[in-house]
């Protein structure tokens, strides 16, 4: 099975990518952003790699980094969702901010991918939840805040914080990702005004 590509880009398609390993070019599917964050045709680049085989095709699906790919491996557990729909999701968000959609169970957010309706997104957020800390995508702080506002049973000091921070442009996975560093060091009864201040400056660092 091919785990890591290493080569030269030799050139984009709409959903994937040839990169030329010593002469053989290799057709890797990604999602949009690991297409961006592929540097130009003829440089060097690495792309982690799925390797999925059925009867009658082998197919690869690349990556910007482990993260994204353990993302992959694990959307594709959830029944009615394939690899196309799964790099869908990863295309609209990235690790930190899927992760954030799951402990939140916001399935608004997983529902913003081609091809994923409300029933579909209300899966994922169900069938991932719990799952999402052995992933290591975002610290266990800030999973900790996030399931606290998913419930309802953040303070109220906190919440506003984080609804703040949003309104401000900030995505949820951001912002509570913030006040979480923020709340770490000046504990979780800091004032409303002084967890957004610091938070910003947090999201400003």
């Known amino acids: 099975m091919i785990g890591k590509l290493k080569g030269l880009v030799d050139s984009f398609g709409d959903d994937f990518v040839l990169i030329d390993c010593g ?32 009867e009658d095709f082998i197919r690869l699906y690349g990556f910007a980094n482990e993260t994204e790919k353990n993302w992959f491996t694990l959307l594709t ?3 009615g969702v394939g690899a196309r729909v799964a790099l869908s999701i990863l295309s609209v968000l990235s690790p930190s901010e899927l992760a954030s959609a799951v402990a939140l ?8 991918a081609n091809g994923v309706g409300p029933k579909l ?10 799952k999402v800390p052995a992933m290591g995508a975002v610290d266990a702080g800030t999973l900790g805040l996030q399931a606290a506002l998913g419930e309802g049973v ?3 000091n906190i919440a506003d914080a984080v609804s703040a921070l949003s309104n401000l442009g900030y ?3 951001q912002a509570s990702a913030a ?10 009864d800091a004032a ?7 938070g910003l400056r947090e999201l400003s660092s």
């Open 121 to 130: 997104a209300l899966r994922v957020v169900t069938e991932l939840k719990g």
């Open 171 to 173: 995505s949820s996975a």
């Open 105 to 112: 169970q916001d399935k608004a957010l997983i529902g913003r």
């Open 23 to 54: 002469g053989v070019c290799y057709t890797v599917s990604c999602s949009s952003r690991t297409l961006q964050a592929l540097p130009r045709v003829g440089e060097a680049a690495v792309v982690f790699v799925e390797t999925i085989v059925r």
């Open 179 to 188: 006040v979480a560093r923020v709340v770490s060091r000046e504990g979780d």
């Open 154 to 156: 953040a303070s109220g």
């Open 77 to 79: 557990t959830v029944q």
């Open 192 to 198: 409303t005004e002084k967890l957004i201040r610091l």
